[in-house]
C-alpha cells in the first residue's frame, strides 16, 4: 500500500518561511497530479496548490505570490514552499498524489502535518 509521508511542518513566525515536503513510499502507477490540501478548525479542506507531472501549477489566491510548488517526478516527491507566513496559513496541511485517470482514478493522501503560525 503505497503512502505518503510529510516530515515538516511546525510553528513558525508570522512572515516566516516554511517548506513542506511530501514522498510517496514507493513509485505510484500512472501518477498525475500531486499537491497540497489544508484544513483550520471549523473550516472544509481546501486546495493550496498542485503540479501535474508536466509542471503546471495551480494556486489558491491566498497563498498566490507567497507560494512555489515543486515535484520529482522520478522520486514522487512534492514540496510546498511557504514564504509571508499569516496567521491565517494556520492549518493541517495534507499533500496527495492522483494515479491513473477516468473510473479507475485513485487518490492517495498524507496522513497531515500540523502548520501553526504566531502572531
Known amino acids: 500500500q503505497v503512502q505518503l509521508v510529510e516530515p515538516g511542518g511546525g510553528l513558525v513566525q508570522a512572515g516566516g518561511s516554511l517548506r513542506l515536503s511530501c514522498a510517496a513510499s514507493?513509485?505510484?502507477?500512472?501518477?498525475?497530479?500531486m499537491g497540497w490540501y489544508r484544513q483550520a478548525p471549523g473550516k472544509q479542506r481546501e486546495l493550496v496548490a498542485a503540479i501535474t507531472s508536466g509542471g503546471s501549477t495551480v494556486y489558491a489566491d491566498s497563498v498566490k505570490g507567497r507560494s512555489t510548488i515543486s515535484r520529482d517526478n522520478a522520486k514522487n516527491t512534492v514540496s510546498l514552499q511557504m514564504n509571508s507566513l499569516k496567521p491565517e496559513d494556520a492549518a493541517v496541511y495534507y499533500c496527495?498524489?492522483?494515479?491513473?485517470?477516468?473510473?479507475?482514478?485513485?487518490?492517495?493522501w498524507g496522513q497531515g502535518t500540523q502548520v501553526s503560525v504566531s502572531s
Open positions: 514507493e513509485r505510484i502507477f500512472s501518477i498525475g497530479a
Open positions: 496527495y498524489a492522483d494515479s491513473g485517470g477516468g473510473w479507475s482514478k485513485h487518490t492517495y
